[in-house]
DNA sequence: TGCTATGTAAAACGATCGTTTTATATATGG
DNA sequence: CCATATATAAAACGATCGTTTTACATAGCA
């Protein structure tokens, strides 16, 4: 594992777990095993290391993301939060810290969030086998639900989101 | 308008609008309008005074959440945000914002929590006439993904939520 | 052999953090 | 009228913030 991916993964991790703001950059050079010189050299600055995650996080998820059904789109959720944990939504949890005030996370963010509505809205429309906008939102607003009640209900939530996403689609369907 | 209470509504404020970790005391002091000396002597510490804004918008939050349907509850959620503005759920903001590691914090979000889905619990049995536990946890689900949802998709977010429930309310009572 | 790239260790930068202190001012009520 | 409470302004506390710098080590390649 090169330095730049011992950077990114310490980092992504320490923002998750302790916060953005919290997370101080003598800390992170302690979990990423490198000097503080060396991580500059790499990240620029703490700004464009918290943008550089967020991009390597909508990476991954969004790979994950590449499903045909809504069913397995809440199983994807279960997946992930079962491996990477029940913290929320990294993306919006980044805007709140920051207020919403520095470009690159605002727009890092603002990118994500227009992929993700876009995968729901396909994946909707590949499972109807019709595009249903209406439809598309209310699994977009369970899927988000299931993300953030997650984090104190456990993966009952998740359960509730797909169940409640499978009468919702079997109702359109008719 | 007292002391304590300017307090409280200039540190709400602030804490929503720019987190509370980088939120400091100097600004807090500032935008309250009175001596640090005063505000230590109100609140006791920057973590006091978290916790005590979470508690004070328990109540708030709690005290509009009176109501006996599952529409109302979602008519509750979108005049809360034209009032208050959405910038997600603050209880699980300043949870995340501190990893979860600050005792009075974490138990003030886990109050609201626990009495959150006491409440929407409640108002599903009184809706469907009796208890349903599945439904509660799927309406609690989209009023969670509705809050989130909303940063980035407005009000239509609570729209599409508030309709999936009609959806899912409809069914179970049939 | 020497240049370049890439790394470390450690100190230092000014700024800001949360908090306390010192020194006064101003009301209120017995 | 004088104590008490409650406020202020402003400086200072040590700690930590994000970032840069100085000085040095190691490896690959010309």
Redo the contacts with the bound molecule.
Sequence with gaps: M???NKLIAAAERLFDRHGF?????????EAA???????????????Q?MACILGERDRRFMARLDVGTVEALFKVLDDWIRIEGTRGCLFLRSNAETGGDTPEIAEAVRMHKTAFQNQVARIVATDLGHEDPEIAEQILVLFEGATHAAIYRGEGAVRAAQSAAATLIERARS
């Design positions: 090169d330095t730049t703001v919290a997370t101080g950059m003598d800390r992170l050079t095993g490198m000097s503080s010189r060396t991580l500059y050299k790499h990240a620029g600055s703490k700004t290391l």
